[in-house]
């Protein structure tokens, strides 16, 4: 065993680090507009999707580089990155299921954020039974039409297209019968109504489709297929591609610098903890790229359960103080969504005991 | 950069599973806790043929010079099936003592060789972290390190341990003391056996809970199939499956930090699996006649060995509040 980086990695790491050192901006949260910029100037330099083959943008480079650039950018407090539910969920199905036309068209405007993408999983009555979802897909002559409402649906609110899943074979059994479709958030037929989240920001939105036309080639996979393609798109969500250990360890890291500011005694023990639990998400990725067979449930529960921890000790460190302080703050309500979102960690433990441990169901 | 087991690992640790398990380990424990050595003795030269007690030896001085690495995948498996005896201290941090000895009453040139055949067990007091020698009176060598000082020592009073299959002894100095630069170092890699014991063990907990409840009916279902059960034991392999590459890498930097941090995860990861292993086990699993209590016990006092979870946190923040960088 060893932790030693190859030439080719630390050249890479090097290259990040000054370009985002010299690069990063100070982005508001609800500046869109700044946020479609950032990331068309992290593609110009070749950066926004460093794993991606080189014809759609990418460097085609090993997961390793992407830990290390996902290291390098957290550590650099770089901005949220407004594409991410296509970059990190979208992006990796049609890598996997999509035709080359639909890699072609859509991957490259994705990287620079020309088209920025909302994953529309959820409706009112299929949260974690995501197999429940009611919205129809009619089949019409070239293409699809779609019918019924989407909720919580991530950056629908500023987004322009979607990705999800509709009933295209309602007499079929509930895995089978749906088909992944993406569509237009501004064709005739959508409304998006963005909603409030806790932190008083319209992060996500209900979509209302009525008739909404689908082209055949926005299906990814086949028709009736859409649970398999989804599930592995689930994967990704789950694990490290969305949240990448050096969001945590860079976070960890500046939990230690406040505890050294401001800290007692009494909370030095949570904050190690924290600190070796950021490291240990950290390592445990590392390893993954000799193993990566691990259910992408184990590393969900992880990141998510560490994320409120971290913030809650941080909230504690800062005591009275904390309500005002907008990182931690924020970062707080943030990370409250994580152990909800991607199937919430009781869907998570579940599946673990039963597809990891192999106790019955 | 690799923090996996290389194939030739994963083959030396089934090796030793398999030797293991096929060794009648319960039995032997049972004697051990009973004051007879013979057949612990026995295994532990078992042991020894397959290399386990030449890892952290010089090769000059009869050993196999291995890596950390080797020696946790090694340590693992003698936590997974909870083998008594000082093992710590017989595989890594005695051996680490001795070699670093210059000219000296302790004679390494024929004490190491011994070790690393398996013919001599080891143990040893180093008050704070190790205030008793452990199982004193089954080893052929007991040391008593001080400070920067180490030299025979001489028994004293027993006393029982919670573990049945440890007895731990008052020791004091029966010579002088020799300076030895390689404490702290002993004592760290004693603490990483220490850590991936208790991986081991957290890991034979979790298997033995799973298999538990996979087979044990109430209700007229497998307990296993509650969701009460299964959230519980999900959060266990959680734990158990996060501690592991933190002793992996503390296995490759040695550093005081990554060691402490190893130690903390893998206690309180296999405090967790123990806590657990004995909810889901039941009435059954309280009984003596199970043998869930053997990791149960060795659990709780190896997590409190070679360093307490208090002690290496403030190790870990200690050595934080140093660095500059953010990894």
């Known amino acids: ?361 | 950069m690799r923090l996996v087991p290389s194939p030739e690992q994963a083959g030396f640790a089934a090796t030793l599973h398999d030797m293991l398990s096929a060794a009648g380990v319960p039995a032997v424990a049972d004697s051990w806790a009973d004051g007879d050595y013979a057949p612990g003795r026995r295994l532990w030269s078992r042991l020894a043929d397959l290399g386990v007690t030449a890892l952290a030896i010089p090769a000059r001085r009869g050993g196999l010079e291995a890596t950390p690495a080797d020696l946790v995948i090694a340590a693992e498996e003698l936590g997974h099936h909870a083998v008594p005896g000082p093992a710590a201290e017989t595989l890594a941090a005695v051996p680490t003592l001795l070699a670093a000895l210059g000219a000296a009453t302790l004679d390494a040139g024929r004490l190491l060789p011994a070790l690393a055949a398996g013919q001599a067990l080891a143990t040893l007091a180093a008050p704070p972290w190790l205030p008793f020698a452990a199982d004193a009176c089954a080893a052929d060598l007991v040391l008593l390190a001080d400070r920067d000082t180490v030299g025979p020592a001489r028994i004293g009073a027993a006393h029982s341990s919670m573990d049945r299959t440890r007895r731990l002894y008052e020791v004091s100095p029966a010579g002088p003391m020799d300076s030895c630069p390689a404490v702290d170092r002993a004592l760290d890699l004693g603490a990483l056996v220490c850590s991936a014991q208790l991986l081991g063990a957290g890991r034979a907990l979790l298997e033995a809970s799973v298999e538990h409840a996979r087979t044990r009916v109430q209700f007229g279902r497998p307990i296993g199939s509650f969701q009460a059960v299964q959230q519980r034991l999900a959060d266990v392999a959680v734990g158990l499956e996060f501690a592991r590459p933190l002793v992996h890498a503390a296995a490759v930097t040695l550093s005081t930090r990554d060691l402490s941090a190893a130690k903390v995860a893998c206690s309180d990861a296999a405090g967790r699996a123990a806590r657990a292993a004995l909810q889901v086990h039941g009435a059954i699993g309280y009984t003596q006649e199970h043998g869930l209590g053997r990791w149960l016990t060795k659990v709780r006092v190896l997590s409190l060995s070679w360093g307490t979870p208090a002690e290496h946190r403030a190790r870990v923040m200690a050595e934080l509040t140093k660095e500059a960088g953010w990894n």
């Open chain 1, 1 to 361: 065993m060893n932790l030693d980086l190859d030439p080719g990695a630390l050249a890479f790491r090097d290259e990040v680090r000054a370009w985002l050192a010299a690069n990063v901006p100070a982005v508001a949260l609800e500046d869109e507009a700044a946020h479609r910029a950032w990331e068309r100037r992290l593609a110009a330099a070749g950066l926004a999707v460093v794993s991606w083959p080189e014809r759609y943008g990418g460097r085609a480079a090993p997961p390793l580089h992407t830990l290390l650039f996902e290291e390098e950018y957290h550590a650099a407090r770089g901005p949220m990155r407004i594409g991410q539910n296509g970059l990190f969920l979208l992006a990796p199905t049609l890598l996997a299921h999509g035709t080359p036309e639909q890699c072609d068209r859509i991957l490259p405007p994705m990287a620079r954020a020309d088209e920025v993408w909302a994953q529309a999983w959820s409706e009112p009555e299929a949260g974690s039974d995501l197999a429940a979802i009611r919205s129809r897909a009619h089949r019409t002559e070239g293409g699809w039409r779609l019918s019924g409402q989407k909720t919580w649906s991530s950056r629908a609110a500023v987004a322009d297209r979607a990705f999800g899943l509709f009933r295209s074979d309602p007499g079929a059994d509930r895995h089978r019968g749906l088909t992944y479709l993406m569509f237009d958030l501004r064709a005739p037929g959508v409304t998006v109504r963005p909603i409030r989240q806790l932190d008083g920001r319209p992060g996500f939105a209900e979509i209302f489709l009525d008739d909404v036309f689908v082209p055949d080639a926005d299906v990814i996979g086949s028709p009736g297929d859409g649970w398999r393609v989804a599930m592995s798109t689930a994967g990704h969500e789950r694990g490290l591609t969305l949240r990448a250990p050096g969001r945590f360890v860079a976070a960890a890291r500046r939990l230690v610098d406040l505890w050294q500011e401001q800290g007692d005694a009494a909370s030095r023990d949570r904050v190690v903890d924290v600190w070796i639990g950021a490291q240990a998400y950290r390592l445990h990725a590392f390893a993954a790229l000799d193993a990566p067979t691990t259910e992408a449930g184990l590393t969900k529960l992880f990141w998510s359960e560490l994320d409120v921890t971290l913030h809650e000790t941080a909230l504690d460190v800062l005591g009275p103080h904390a309500e005002v302080d907008a990182d931690w703050a924020g970062g707080y309500l943030f990370a409250l969504a994580g152990p909800i979102y991607a199937g919430t960690n009781e869907i998570q433990r579940g599946l673990v005991a039963q597809r990891v441990l192999g106790l019955p169901r």
